[in-house]
């Protein structure tokens, strides 16, 4: 995938493939962690999931440790930890992600401070937080991820929702791109935790 192509996919991992089944958000009951999900109100939401065929363990360490989140998924351009320890409730992390020009904004790279509000160890975990670029902000993002052992692997499932007036300007386009972002995540941590099981 070219750099340009990467960049374009970039802006859902802000709030933030997936080989699997992708599902229309109102189909079925959302995504939870200890019963809290992503914000129903929202206009712009997205959902998906793929089987991962490696150890929870493994998929659950690339998942939780942010500060290496740059290593793995390329859209990611920094990624710190703003408190020390095992990732857990209140925890706090500052990520970078580049966001392509749109009709209604314009390229920038998004700060994203995201803080952990639920968390069961190897099932699920759910952050929020505003991402802030130059003439680009998302009010708030909420992202839920479950983890779910299975006979043929870990089935992987994540949801997320975006706010703002500058997002929503376009509910369209920015579902597509929350949308293929989270493909792309669920993609990467495929890619990476299968070849590191094989390894």
Known sequence: MS????TLLALPLAMAAFLGLAAPAQATPGIT???????????IRYRTETLIKAPLSTIWRLQTD?????TWQKPVT???RLDHGPL????????TTPAPATP????????????????????????????????LTIDQGVHVWNFVP?????????????TGAQVEADVDL??????????????????TAESRHRT
């Open 3 to 6: 750099t340009r192509n990467r």
């Open 33 to 43: 962690c200890h019963t809290a999900g992503v914000d129903p109100t929202a206009k």
């Open 66 to 70: 942010v500060a290496h989140w740059p």
């Open 78 to 80: 920094s990624s710190k």
């Open 88 to 95: 857990r409730p209140g925890s706090r992390f500052r990520w």
């Open 104 to 135: 209604n904004t314009p390229e920038t790279t998004l700060v994203i401070t995201s803080t952990v509000r639920q968390l069961q160890h190897s099932r699920c975990i759910r952050w929020t937080g505003p991402a802030m670029g130059e003439g």
């Open 150 to 162: 299975t006979k043929n692997g870990v089935l992987v499932r994540t949801e997320e929702t975006w």
């Open 174 to 191: 920015s579902t597509y791109y929350l949308g293929e972002g989270l493909k792309l995540w669920l993609s990467d941590l495929k890619t």
